[in-house]
Nanobody, 117 residues
């Protein structure tokens, strides 16, 4: 089992920045890809960013150039730096750890991000 705890959400004005954190209960980054998803009201959950076990990253087109996913292996923590935030970035953001070979997927509880003036 893996526990994931997100933090860092809040209310920010358009154009502002937030940094989300996802702390894992143990060292998993060498075997689990780490994802950030988001879900806005009445919308499907959307994959925002991924950091793979080899450290490479991938982003949704809607956040490319504005969001950066990173990790600190020593702290067992994944981050999502969000810059130039827009009202349409408003959503609950979820951290996910996934290993397709083991058919394992773990989720955090989510953290609310609201972009509004």
């Amino acid at each position: 089992q893996v526990q994931l705890v997100e933090s860092g959400g809040g209310l920010v004005q358009p154009g502002g920045s937030l940094k989300l954190s996802c702390a894992a209960s143990r060292s998993i980054f060498s075997i689990y890809n780490m994802n950030w998803y988001r879900q806005a009201p009445e919308k499907q959950r959307e994959l925002v960013a991924t950091i793979f076990t080899d450290g490479s990253t991938r982003y949704a087109d809607s956040v490319k150039g504005r969001f950066t996913i990173s990790r600190d292996n020593a702290e067992n923590t994944v981050y999502l730096q969000m810059n130039s935030l827009k009202p349409e970035d408003t959503a609950v953001y979820y951290c996910n750890a996934k290993n397709d070979y083991r058919r394992a997927s773990y989720w955090g509880q989510g953290t609310q991000v609201t972009v509004s003036s």
